[in-house]
T-cell receptor, first 112, second 111 residues
Framework: NAGVTQTPKFQVLKTGQSMTLQCAQD?????MYWYRQDPGMGLRLIYY???????DKGEVPNGYNVSRLNKREFSLRLESAAPSQTSVYFC???????????FGQGTRLTVV | DAKTTQPPSMDCAEGRAANLPCNHS???????VYWYRQIHSQGPQYIIH???NNETNEMASLIITEDRKSSTLILPHATLRDTAVYYC????????????FGAGTRLFVKA
């Protein structure tokens, strides 16, 4: 069971560079999420997709864009990376928005 | 979503029950209480959730007070592998969605 797969696992960017974090789930879940976790803190919701074809902002959406490519895949794009975006990024999915979420193993992003 | 308050850290002896409290005094009637844990830097792992009744599964029990303003996660026989950060969150989706994880409780299980 792959569950939720995130790529890459580690990434170092220079300020101003762009990149896309990929997330795919194989559990036929309808809802998908992107969170960031800064050192010593809890997770904060960046964007979510309650169902295929819809995306909405979470608590901290500035500097990010998302694409729900299909039911399986939900990508997060940083158009112009900033040091403040250095964080661990987690993707998650759930059958519905009110059911338990399953998380990927995270992408550690450092912006220098 | 309601805000949750948890103690920053707790200790528990191996083999004993770990009782992790959570206050959510502003919870609304249709918000669920969820518990997750995060071991080291892995992705959070779902443990249990409930609305107003107590719940039990193979991992833990969830006790929600009658007024729903607080809850307790119980790990009946803690092991060293249960050392983790435990997050209590409340959420309900009604066309808009927020999830507030907070800083959680760091549980240390000691031999």
């Amino acid at each position: 069971n792959a569950g939720v797969t995130q790529t890459p696992k580690f990434q170092v960017l220079k300020t101003g560079q762009s990149m896309t974090l990929q997330c795919a789930q194989d559990m036929n879940h309808n809802s998908m999420y992107w969170y960031r976790q800064d050192p010593g803190m809890g997770l904060r919701l960046i964007y979510y997709s309650a169902s295929e074809g819809t995306t909405d902002k979470g608590e901290v959406p500035n500097g990010y864009n998302v694409s729900r490519l299909n039911k399986r895949e939900f990508s997060l794009r940083l158009e112009s990376a900033a040091p403040s975006q250095t964080s661990v990024y987690f993707c998650a999915s759930s059958f519905g928005p009110n059911t338990e979420a399953f998380f990927g193993q995270g992408t550690r992003l450092t912006v220098v | 979503d309601a805000k949750t308050t948890q103690p920053p850290s707790m200790d528990c002896a191996e083999g004993r029950a770990a009782n992790l409290p959570c206050n959510h005094s502003t919870i609304s009637g249709n918000e669920y209480v969820y518990w997750y844990r995060q071991i080291h830097s892995q992705g959070p792992q779902y443990i249990i959730h409930g609305l107003k009744n107590n719940e039990t599964n193979e991992m833990a029990s969830l006790i929600i007070t009658e007024d729903r303003k607080s809850s307790t996660l119980i790990l009946p026989h803690a092991t060293l592998r249960d050392t983790a950060v435990y997050y209590c969150i409340v959420r309900f989706y009604t066309g808009g969605f927020k999830t507030i994880f907070g800083a959680g409780t760091r549980l240390f299980v000691k031999a």
